[in-house]
């Protein structure tokens, strides 16, 4: 079972911003911007491309609204997308406020925001969806 999952299965907490069926969406408590949330399927597989049809193709209509909320609830130009999936073997899609190429870039540091902090972003997207 991989951390994703636990998260999905409320056994380790979340800043949570959207759940269906299929999909599960929270804030990354390691972000490169505030509002740097993930979207992870509810079927624990590794790589995104491996997802069954459905899944690959609902996975951006899930993010859509989110990624809207993200670009109304912070200064950006629009939301990145980016798929990595390098650091838990659970396929994500990572959703972030963005003005430049370099805001997606994952080589420099993360930010350490508060529970607070985090509290706040998580309440400022979900006032938007």
């Known amino acids: 079972m991989t951390i994703f999952s636990k998260i999905i ?3 380790i907490p ?14 990354d408590i390691f972000p490169l911007r505030e509002g740097h949330t993930l979207v992870v399927p509810k079927k624990e597989t590794d790589n995104l491309f491996d997802l069954p049809r459905d899944y690959l193709s609902e ?4 993010a859509q609204p989110i990624a809207k909320a993200i670009e109304k609830s912070f200064d950006c130009n629009r939301c990145g997308i980016s798929v990595v999936g390098l650091e838990v073997p659970h396929a994500h ?3 972030i406020p963005v003005n430049s190429a370099n805001d997606l870039n994952f080589t420099q540091p993360k930010l350490k925001l508060s529970a607070d902090e985090m509290k706040a972003v998580q309440k400022k997207i979900i006032s938007n969806l």
């Open 59 to 62: 996975i951006l209509l899930f």
């Open 9 to 11: 299965a409320g056994e």
């Open 14 to 27: 979340s800043y949570k911003i959207a759940e269906n069926e299929k999909f599960y969406a929270f804030l």
């Open 93 to 95: 899609v990572h959703l």
